[in-house]
């Protein structure tokens, strides 16, 4: 049995908090790591993006400004097979939003991740939702989609990706906006497939740490494979 520690996290504006972020990611230490709102700067954000993954002793696997701001990292062992990414579109001036997704290998095991950041939007939030269900079905084994879906359980987007298999194993023992005071529970990260879910939510870390390191707090699982 293999333990897969995967961790989905809204970082605020390509991390602009610095070190209490930094904290956090290298105390939890996850396996795969799903950002939102990752560097997105024209010209700069691959850089910015290598800064991240060095302080936090993560390969890039997809993701940046071409997904519209989110990221897949994975931690040293975790192969990665294939990629995919893409931006969904948004009326002009608002935040860039979008999907990406890798092929992972672990212990031998297939797994599948997508990360998301869905509109502000309620209508615009289903559609989106819909292209991240297109690019879900083509990745093999379990398969995580997760981030920050801007909507609490009972919304729509969420009810559409458990109609579509995805299981939410989350609580509202664990929520994550804002994460001073944590009064909603907009991040998820939702698993279909074979994969035991033996842990969810609080990823372990100091509340006041949490709170230092961005505007939303992470949501961790632990899955056998």
Known sequence: MTLLRVMTYNILLGGRRGDPLHQVVRAVRPDVLLVNEAPKTPLVWRRATRKLTRRWEMRYAAGGRPAGSNLVLVAPGVG??????????????????????????????????????????????????????????????????????????????????RKAGFADHGSAAWRTFPSDEPRRRIDALLVRGSAAVVRHGDPGVDPALLAAASDHRPVLAELEL
């Open 80 to 161: 990665v097979k294939s990629t995919a990414q893409l931006v969904l579109p948004q009326p002009a001036f608002q935040p860039r939003r979008g999907v990406a997704a890798a092929q992972l290998r672990v212990g031998g095991r297939l797994v599948g991740v997508v990360s998301c950041h869905l509109s502000l939007d309620r209508d615009r939030r289903l559609e989106e939702v819909r292209r991240v269900l297109a690019v879900a079905h083509d990745l093999r084994g379990p398969v995580v989609v997760a981030g920050d879906l801007n909507e609490p359980p009972d919304g729509p987007a969420w009810a559409l990706l």
